[in-house]
Nanobody, 123 residues
Framework: QVQLAESGGGSVPSGASLKLSCAAS????????IGWFRQAPGKEREGVSC????????YYADAVKGRFTISRDNAENTVYLQMNSLKPEDTAVYYC????????????????WGQGTQVTVSS
């Protein structure tokens, strides 16, 4: 059974850091790559990052490359998104989701996701 629950969002000033957590069932982490995507008001969904469950491949959107880091802790059944040097344009609801990525590439689509966590970055 797929289970995903995000936490760690908040309101921070520009330049600050946040670490998002995605608590998942062991089944979910064993069988699915996990991705993060975000949705800002009036904007289309945007893929942020993806980590493969098979070969550990990692991908980032150009907008966050060098600032965000995705990682997974299998012992804790958790996937993290460390976000540094946050900008106002990072403001969105962030979702973790079952995703499609491997050493063959990253397909920016998702099947299951959690309730989301709000990230607000003020200038």
């Amino acid at each position: 059974q797929v289970q995903l629950a995000e936490s760690g969002g908040g309101s921070v000033p520009s330049g600050a850091s946040l670490k998002l957590s995605c608590a998942a069932s062991k089944y979910t982490l064993d069988y699915y790559p996990i991705g993060w995507f975000r949705q800002a008001p009036g904007k289309e969904r945007e893929g942020v990052s993806c980590i493969s469950n098979v070969d550990g491949s990692i991908y980032y959107a150009d907008a966050v490359k060098g600032r965000f880091t995705i990682s997974r802790d299998n012992a804790e059944n958790t996937v993290y998104l460390q976000m540094n040097s946050l900008k106002p344009e990072d403001t969105a609801v962030y979702y973790c989701a079952t995703a499609y990525c491997s050493n063959s590439g990253w397909n920016d689509r998702y099947d299951y996701w959690g309730q989301g966590t709000q990230v607000t970055v003020s200038s």
